[in-house]
């Protein structure tokens, strides 16, 4: 018993273990994750004392509930929702692209582009009623990038029955003199799509609200896979 009543613990040691342990580079960043203020800190730091089983309790649990709240707050944060496409091709033209964003763009598209480029998460292609036709995950690339490669897919549930009309320049004949079959097409989202809407989502995250909304509106999407979850895919 002795020996054990010898081992104190300052407050001074348990911030210095908690700046290593929780890999902050600043007071106030410290602060933040231990759902403290800066001077409550700086009272630890100050104090030559040890401190009493209570206090560790309580900071441990403080720092329990400031990461539940940044878990609620910081998971899904919206970036854009129902914006409208403007399809334009690329500067190669060997693809279309949701919008432009570039230095001929306005400001607004061009933060816009710039946040899709920095963020990762998911994605939302709606048709001109506003209606969810392709639900996506952006992980191993931006939001931008995996945007613009599922708005050229090609997916065999995109194939509907149209008419092929002539596009040059000629002389126009009714159906009864010139009958056109309808015909299946295979169509990309940049046919169908209207709008989009885009979210930041933490990335342990990413998988699972994908697999929720596409199991959510299954029969109304393009989506061919089914997600799972991830306790399933454990």
């Keep these: 018993?002795?020996?054990?009543?010898?081992?104190?613990?300052?407050?001074?040691?348990?911030?210095?273990?908690?700046?290593k342990k929780?890999?902050?580079?600043?007071?106030?960043?410290?602060?933040?994750?231990?759902?403290?203020?800066?001077?409550?800190?700086?009272?630890?730091?100050?104090?030559?004392?040890?401190l009493s089983p209570a206090q560790v309790a309580a900071a441990l649990a403080k720092s329990r509930s400031a990461a539940v709240s940044r878990a609620q707050l910081e998971t899904i944060k919206p970036i854009v929702e129902f914006y409208p496409i403007t399809k334009c091709l690329t500067k190669r033209e060997a693809s279309?692209?949701?919008?432009?964003?570039?230095?001929?763009s306005n400001l607004y598209a061009q933060g816009l582009k710039k946040d899709l480029e920095a963020s990762y998460g998911i994605y939302i292609f709606y048709d001109s009623r506003g209606r969810a036709l392709y639900i996506g995950k952006a992980r191993e690339q931006s939001l931008w990038k995996e945007m613009n490669l599922a708005f050229n897919r090609k997916r065999d549930v995109q194939r509907i029955s149209l008419v092929q009309h002539p596009e040059r320049?000629?002389?126009?004949?009714?159906?009864?003199?010139?009958?056109?079959?309808?015909?299946?097409?295979?169509?990309?989202l940049f046919d169908l799509a209207l709008y989009f809407s885009a979210y930041h989502v933490?990335?342990?995250?990413?998988?699972?609200?994908?697999?929720?909304?596409?199991?959510?509106?299954?029969?109304?999407?393009?989506?061919?896979?089914?997600?799972?979850?991830?306790?399933?895919?454990?």
């Design 202 to 234: 933490d990335d342990g995250m990413i998988n699972d609200l994908e697999a929720l909304m596409v199991r959510g509106f299954a029969n109304d999407l393009l989506n061919v896979r089914m997600e799972t979850f991830a306790h399933s895919r454990a």
């Design 169 to 188: 320049n000629q002389e126009f004949k009714p159906s009864y003199e010139k009958l056109r079959q309808p015909k299946d097409l295979l169509l990309e």
């Design 96 to 104: 279309w692209q949701v919008f432009s964003g570039g230095a001929d």
């Design 1 to 19: 018993m002795a020996g054990r009543q010898g081992v104190n613990l300052k407050a001074t040691e348990l911030v210095e273990a908690l700046a």
């Design 22 to 50: 929780l890999q902050t580079t600043s007071q106030s960043e410290l602060a933040r994750v231990l759902g403290i203020s800066v001077g409550t800190l700086n009272n630890w730091k100050n104090q030559d004392e040890d």
